[in-house]
């Protein structure tokens, strides 16, 4: 089921990281830097997605 996260956190970051947090800190941390660059927002996500 990572491997599915992973993927989907490389297409649309916030969502990978809502699939495995759910709205809160990270989620809102996600969105903010995939806005500011698209680049550190899927490395959040995926380093969401391991730790957990």
């Given at each position: 089921?990572?491997l ?8 649309l970051?916030?969502?990978g990281?809502?699939l495995q ?19 550190p927002?899927?490395?959040h996500?995926?380093w ?5």
């Amino acid at each position: 089921m990572d491997l599915i996260r992973i993927i989907i956190a490389i297409l649309l970051p916030p969502l990978g990281v809502f699939l495995q947090v759910g709205i809160g800190k990270h989620f809102w941390i996600n969105i903010v830097l995939t806005l500011l660059g698209y680049i550190p927002g899927i490395v959040h996500a995926v380093w969401v997605i391991a730790k957990k």
